[in-house]
C-alpha cells in the first residue's frame, strides 16, 4: 500500500518540481528592492475592500492601517492604543485609558468619541459579527472624556479583552471616513492609525502602503511596502528570480505562494532565507454536518474519511517535514486543549468496516460504494491559490478512492469558499482554525455562527448540548468549570469527525537574506511590518 502511495506522490510531486526548476539556468537578480527602504510582496489575492468593519479585505494588510486598543502578545494581552484599564468586580464593565496623542493618517485626533463611534458601527451590523460572543454582550460604549472610554456588558465574559485585540472588527477608522454616519454600508477612505497608510491600489494588480511618518509608535524603516498579485505557483517564483517582487508568506486562508521545494530552491541561491513561526493552527477538512442528501451527514461516512488520511505522509512529502500530523482540532499547546481524545490513525481496513457497518456496499462493476441507489460521492473543495491544499486534495482523493469513496475536486477563490462556508453549500472543504493567538475560544465560537462554521455542527446529533456548553464555557467564572466545559466540547466535535484535522500549520516567509527584523505575531493573520529594515 506505502509503496503505491509513494509511487503517486512521486509523480505528482515531480510535476511541481519541473514547474519549479523550469528557469533553474537564468540569472537571479532578487534581493534589496531599487530602495533599501522598500519592500514588495507577491499576494495570491487583491485587498479587496479594506473596511475594517467587514470581512472581505485582506488581513495582512489591514494589520498595516488598522490598530485595536489592545494586543495579544506571548506574554498576554498588552496596551496598544488603550495604555491601561480596569475591570469592574463584577466583571462587566471595562474601562479604557486611550494613548494621547495619537492622529489617524486624515489628521484627525484619535480619542474617546471615536472610540466610540467605531463600536457602536460595528454594532449596528450585529448579525454580521454573531461569531465574535463579545458583539452579542455589549450593552453600550460611552465617552467618559476625551482619552477614557467605558464599555459595558450585559455579563462577564472572559475573552472580552482577547476579542477586541483581533484584527477586525474592533480597530479603528477615522469618522471621516464613515458613510451615511457608519461603516456597514461602505466607507469612503481607509484611513486608521497604523504604522501605514494605503496609497494606492489597483483592483487585481497591486496595492502600495507608505510609511506613516506621525506614528505615535515611530515611523517604520521601510517607507513603502506593495502588495503585488500574483498567480501562486510558476508565476510567483519567476518574479522572485527576476526580483519583481522580494517577500512571500503564508496568507490569511493558509495559502502558500510557492511550494516548499521552490522555496528551498530560494534559499539555495544564497540571495533568500526561509523563517517559519512556530505551529500556529492546525489545516483540516470541514465535512457538513447538515448538507441535506449528502453522506456527509452520516457520522461513519466522516469517520471513514477521517481514517483514510494519511497525515504522515502529507506531513513528510507534501510539506517536507514542515508541518506535523494533526489527530485532534487542536494541538495540545493550545490553551485548555491537552484532552485525552481517540485517536484515529490512517487504517483503511478500519474505513472499510466503519462504512461496510454503516450499509454502503461496494458493488461489482464500481469502485465507489452505494447504499439505497446513491453512489458514495462527495465534493471537496480547495483554494485554487494554494499549491498545497491542490496537492493534498489530489493525494486525499486517491486514498479515499481505495475504501469506496468518490472525492469530486473542487478549486475555487477563497471569498467563494468563505461564501459557501456562510450558506452552507457544501460537503467537504479546506479550511483552518484561527490560530494560537484566538484558540480554543474563537473557533469554537465559530461553530455556532452561520458566519462560520454553524452549517458543520448543527446537523449532528449533539448539537443542542455543544451549543449549551458554548455558551456555558464563555461567562463561567472558575477555570476549573471552564476547563471541563472545553474538554465537553472538544469530545463532542471529535466523535463526531465534523472537523477533520491534517497537520499542524505555521506561518513561512520567503525573505531576503539582508531583510532584518523578520518576527511574527501571535497571529497566523498579520506580520509586523514596521520591525523590517534592509542592513
Not at 500556529?280 to 456527509?296: C, D, E, H
Not at 446529533?461 to 449549551?468: P, Q, T, V
Request: proline share 4%.
Amino acid at each position: 500500500m506505502k509503496r503505491t502511495l509513494t509511487a503517486w506522490l512521486a509523480g505528482s510531486m515531480g510535476a511541481l518540481l519541473l514547474l519549479a526548476g523550469c528557469n533553474g539556468d537564468k540569472a537571479e537578480t532578487a534581493g534589496t528592492p531599487k530602495s533599501a527602504q522598500s519592500l514588495v510582496y507577491a499576494t495570491a489575492k487583491d485587498i479587496y475592500d479594506m473596511n475594517p468593519h467587514l470581512y472581505t479585505g485582506s488581513m495582512p494588510a489591514q494589520g498595516m492601517v488598522y490598530e485595536s486598543l489592545v494586543e495579544n502578545t506571548k506574554d498576554g494581552i498588552k496596551p496598544l492604543l488603550a495604555e491601561s484599564w480596569e475591570i469592574s468586580p463584577d466583571g462587566k464593565t471595562y474601562t479604557f485609558r486611550l494613548r494621547k496623542g495619537v492622529t489617524f493618517h486624515d489628521g484627525e485626533p484619535f480619542n474617546a468619541e471615536a472610540v466610540k463611534a467605531n463600536i457602536e458601527a460595528v454594532q449596528s451590523n450585529a448579525g454580521k459579527h454573531a461569531w465574535i460572543k463579545l458583539s452579542t454582550k455589549i450593552v453600550s460604549v460611552a465617552a467618559v472624556d476625551e482619552h477614557t472610554v467605558r464599555l459595558a456588558l450585559t455579563e462577564p465574559y472572559d475573552p472580552t479583552l482577547l476579542e477586541l485585540s483581533m484584527t477586525r472588527p474592533y480597530v479603528f477608522l477615522s469618522p471621516k471616513d464613515f458613510g451615511n454616519g457608519g461603516t456597514k454600508d461602505g466607507v469612503k477612505g481607509y484611513n486608521g492609525t497604523g504604522p501605514y497608510k494605503l496609497a494606492e491600489h489597483k483592483t487585481d494588480q497591486y496595492a502600495t502602503f507608505t510609511a506613516n511618518e506621525t506614528y505615535w509608535g515611530g515611523a517604520p524603516k521601510l517607507k513603502q511596502i506593495t502588495a503585488k498579485v500574483l498567480p501562486a505557483g510558476e508565476t510567483t517564483l519567476l518574479a522572485l528570480q527576476k526580483g519583481e517582487v522580494n517577500f512571500v508568506f503564508t496568507d490569511d486562508r493558509g495559502a502558500d505562494s510557492i511550494d516548499v521545494d521552490a522555496m528551498n530552491q530560494l534559499v539555495q541561491s544564497g540571495k533568500y532565507r526561509l523563517i517559519r513561526s512556530e505551529p500556529m493552527n492546525t489545516k483540516m477538512i470541514v465535512a457538513n454536518s447538515s448538507k441535506a442528501g449528502s453522506p456527509a451527514q452520516e457520522t461513519a461516512v466522516r469517520d471513514a474519511l477521517w481514517h483514510s488520511i494519511d497525515r504522515e505522509t502529507i506531513g513528510k512529502h507534501i510539506f517536507s517535514g514542515t508541518e506535523t500530523p494533526a489527530f485532534a482540532l487542536f494541538s495540545s499547546n493550545v490553551n485548555y486543549a491537552n484532552v485525552d481524545l481517540k485517536k484515529r490513525n490512517y487504517d483503511l481496513e478500519t474505513a472499510k468496516k466503519l462504512l461496510d457497518q454503516a450499509g454502503w456496499k461496494t458493488e461489482s462493476g464500481s469502485e465507489t460504494r452505494a447504499k439505497a441507489g446513491s453512489k458514495l460521492t462527495m465534493k471537496l473543495i480547495y483554494d485554487v491559490n494554494s499549491n498545497s491544499q491542490k496537492t493534498q486534495a489530489e493525494f486525499i482523493q486517491s486514498t479515499a478512492k481505495q475504501i469506496g469513496i468518490a472525492l469530486e475536486l473542487i478549486g475555487e477563490q477563497s471569498s467563494s469558499i468563505a461564501q459557501r462556508r456562510s450558506s452552507g453549500d457544501y460537503e467537504l472543504m479546506f479550511n483552518q482554525t484561527w490560530g494560537l493567538a484566538y484558540d480554543p475560544q474563537s473557533t469554537i465560537a465559530a461553530f455556532t455562527s452561520e458566519s462560520a462554521y454553524y452549517h458543520a455542527t448543527r446537523g449532528i446529533a449533539k448539537a443542542s448540548e455543544l451549543y449549551g456548553k458554548i455558551n456555558a464555557v464563555t461567562i463561567a467564572a472558575e477555570e476549573k468549570t471552564r476547563k471541563a466545559l472545553y474538554a465537553d466540547i472538544l469530545r463532542i466535535v471529535h466523535d463526531e469527525a465534523v472537523f477533520i484535522p491534517i497537520t499542524n500549520g505555521s506561518v513561512t516567509v520567503v525573505a531576503p537574506k539582508d531583510l532584518q527584523g523578520v518576527s511574527f505575531k501571535q497571529t497566523q493573520f498579520e506580520l509586523p511590518f514596521e520591525r523590517l529594515y534592509f542592513e
